[in-house]
């Protein structure tokens, strides 16, 4: 099984050409450490906020995605969930330095384990689960909180082109035990949870046509959605757990993984299953809607591939 090795520290990290990701996650690790969560997030949130002036385009794209998926709010309405979106991706910048770089024990007093039974009873089985999360924008805090609460799994993934920074984020993606799969080692990830271990994956983006169908997700009738939970799932014969692991009104993360859908999945049938993933994965963005990435171009495919796009337009 090829799991992606841990890359070494060597001396030609220490170019000068690499002294600006040095410097970047060094004051990020140095600001996340020394002050408190309290005005870690409003120093989050006041960047996000801050970013609105030059993501005019990103602002487009969240509004367009908005208006698709709920046609019955308000321009003003849309105002407001596009400035909290904002704010909430300043804050992931922040949230990403506290996943990597706090010690544990200062990580478990920001996270509330709300219901997390699906995977502990599957832990208890020695049971595969295919671990169904959103990008939510607090994604990296998820994935460490699971493992924080003794519950590791592998994530897929791809190293970063810059060898100073996959150094860095390669670390803080395998604190306290997690994993990591090359995304495209399909073979290895079926096999770690054959082997009862758990796989991170995320079926909520439009990851074009290849191995995709079109199927309802919130008011768009024909999404492009991926099949490959339905080959994970089918080929490992593993469980399957939506999960989730929002920020709350307290600045504490609510990890929850509750329900264990396998049994209601239709695996032979993957329209019927994409449909099914995507009302899951709607129920776990409307948890806390102003914290998914609503700035990635959602809707972007169409069923006839020789048609423009007109959604965006």
Same mark, same amino acid.
């Given at each position: 099984?090829?799991?992606?090795?841990?890359?070494?520290?060597?001396?030609?990290?220490?170019?000068?050409?690499?002294?600006?990701?040095?410097?970047?996650?060094?004051?990020?690790?140095?600001?996340?450490?020394?002050?408190?969560?309290?005005?870690?997030?409003?120093?989050?949130?006041?960047?996000?906020?801050?970013?609105?002036?030059?993501?005019?385009?990103?602002?487009?794209?969240?509004?367009?995605?908005?208006?698709?998926?709920?046609?019955?709010?308000?321009?003003?309405?849309?105002?407001?969930?596009?400035?909290?979106?904002?704010?909430?991706?300043?804050?992931?910048?922040?949230?990403?330095?506290?996943?990597?770089?706090?010690?544990?024990?200062?990580?478990?007093?920001?996270?509330?384990?709300?219901?997390?039974?699906?995977?502990?009873?599957?832990?208890?089985?020695?049971?595969?689960?295919?671990?169904?999360?959103?990008?939510?924008?607090?994604?990296?805090?998820?994935?460490?909180?699971?493992?924080?609460?003794? &519950?590791?799994?592998?994530?897929?993934?791809?190293?970063?082109?810059?060898?100073?920074?996959?150094?860095?984020?390669?670390?803080?993606?395998?604190?306290?035990?997690?994993? &990591?799969?090359?995304?495209?080692?399909?073979?290895?990830?079926?096999?770690?949870?054959?082997?009862?271990?758990?796989?991170?994956?995320?079926?909520?983006?439009?990851?074009?046509?290849?191995?995709?169908?079109?199927?309802?997700?919130?008011?768009?009738?024909?999404?492009?959605?991926?099949?490959?939970?339905?080959?994970?799932?089918?080929?490992?014969?593993?469980?399957?757990?939506?999960?989730?692991?929002?920020?709350?009104?307290?600045?504490?993360?609510?990890?929850?993984?509750?329900?264990?859908?396998?049994?209601?999945?239709?695996?032979?049938?993957?329209?019927?299953?994409?449909?099914?993933?995507?009302?899951?994965?709607?129920?776990?963005?409307?948890?806390?809607?102003?914290?998914?990435?609503?700035?990635?171009?959602?809707?972007?495919?169409?069923?006839?591939?020789?048609?423009?796009?007109?959604?965006?337009?």
């Amino acid at each position: 099984m090829k799991i992606d090795k841990k890359p070494d520290f060597t001396v030609s990290l220490l170019h000068p050409k690499y002294w600006g990701v040095w410097f970047g996650f060094g004051l990020l690790a140095l600001i996340v450490n020394l002050l408190p969560y309290s005005l870690l997030f409003k120093l989050g949130r006041g960047l996000g906020k801050f970013g609105m002036r030059f993501g005019g385009k990103r602002a487009q794209i969240a509004r367009r995605n908005l208006e698709l998926a709920f046609p019955e709010k308000t321009p003003s309405e849309l105002d407001a969930f596009i400035e909290e979106n904002f704010k909430n991706s300043g804050m992931a910048l922040i949230e990403t330095g506290i996943t990597w770089f706090w010690p544990t024990w200062r990580f478990k007093r920001i996270l509330v384990a709300q219901d997390i039974s699906a995977l502990e009873r599957h832990e208890a089985e020695g049971k595969g689960v295919l671990l169904c999360c959103v990008h939510a924008l607090n994604l990296e805090i998820t994935a460490r909180a699971f493992a924080v609460l003794g &519950l590791p799994g592998y994530g897929a993934y791809r190293p970063h082109s810059n060898p100073a920074y996959e150094f860095i984020q390669y670390r803080g993606r395998t604190r306290n035990g997690n994993k &990591l799969i090359y995304r495209t080692d399909l073979k290895s990830m079926i096999r770690v949870m054959r082997q009862g271990h758990r796989l991170f994956y995320l079926p909520d983006q439009d990851y074009g046509h290849n191995k995709s169908v079109f199927v309802p997700f919130f008011a768009v009738n024909e999404t492009c959605t991926t099949t490959g939970t339905s080959i994970l799932a089918y080929t490992s014969k593993c469980a399957i757990v939506p999960g989730s692991g929002f920020r709350n009104d307290n600045g504490q993360y609510e990890i929850i993984a509750n329900q264990s859908i396998e049994d209601e999945y239709p695996q032979k049938d993957e329209v019927a299953a994409a449909a099914l993933m995507n009302r899951y994965v709607e129920q776990i963005i409307l948890r806390a809607p102003e914290q998914w990435l609503w700035m990635h171009k959602r809707f972007k495919s169409v069923p006839d591939e020789t048609q423009t796009n007109s959604r965006y337009l």
